[in-house]
């Protein structure tokens, strides 16, 4: 895991660029933490699963609709033998509240949104946790120009300056915070706790996406499990101590 130590961190964009949802621009504070490197992926969600005996993902849920071997819905029919060859992808087609349960198994979290803008950005104020120039995209994200259309092991792509792999591109990923279109304007400068909802929030643009989409302050939602949609926890700093 990365530690991000306690202070004033970024969130939102500035006037003129970005989304009407990440404004203002300001500087929160925050208590220290730990994110973990890498996304979940397929090997260590599958051994939560088998050992919880339920939280599967959808392709592989007993009897489940989605099921990429017995199920008569085919949506992640396409991405099957990635699903049972590619320990290191990402796990995707799990919802919030699966992702909640195998966090708690280590005894860890989902990271606030706050901290999940915090650790994206890699420190920078720009765009992108290496700068404004999207032509760096590919160094350090896959993104729908370069991902062939599906996700990729984790850690390939350059890390950002908090050695924090795939925050730019591969899955989107789920945060603890439900989607509140004016949370940046609500929320004052201590550490924010987002309010409750239907959506969760998702972050950080996925393999599907263009390279616009994984700006560090760019916000999504949805209420469902994707096939583009994964996850990594964090754990606050006191709770290791």
Not at 96 to 102: G, H, S
Not at 116 to 121: S, V
Not at 207 to 226: D, G, H, L, P, Q
Request: aromatic share 12%.
């Amino acid at each position: 895991m990365s530690y991000l130590p306690a202070g004033s961190y970024q969130v939102g964009s500035p006037e003129g660029s970005g989304e009407p949802d990440e404004h203002p621009k300001r500087q929160i504070r925050l208590d220290a933490f730990y994110m973990e490197k890498h996304e979940v992926t397929i090997a260590d969600y599958m051994k939560f699963a088998a050992v919880a005996g339920e939280n599967y993902p959808e392709w592989a849920k007993p009897a489940g609709k989605f099921n990429i071997d017995t199920g008569n819905e085919p949506y992640y029919g396409r991405l099957s033998a990635l699903l049972k060859n590619c320990s290191n992808c990402p796990v995707i087609g799990v919802t919030q509240k699966d992702a909640e349960a195998y966090c708690a198994s280590k005894k860890r979290r989902l990271p606030t949104e706050a901290e999940w803008e915090a650790a994206a950005r890699g420190g920078a104020a720009s765009a992108f946790s290496f700068g404004e120039d999207m032509g760096q995209a590919g160094d350090y994200a896959w993104i729908e120009t370069n991902s062939g259309g599906e996700p990729h092991p984790v850690g390939m792509k350059k890390p950002n300056k908090y050695g924090l792999y795939d925050m730019h591109g591969n899955v989107w990923e789920m945060v603890a915070d439900y989607y509140d279109a004016q949370a940046y304007s609500n929320g004052g400068g201590g550490d924010p706790q987002g309010p409750a909802g239907r959506e969760n929030v998702i972050r950080g643009g996925s393999w599907a996406f263009e390279a616009a989409a994984m700006r560090s302050a760019n916000r999504a939602s949805t209420y469902k499990a994707n096939d583009d949609i994964g996850f990594r926890c964090a754990v606050s700093a006191i709770s290791v101590q």
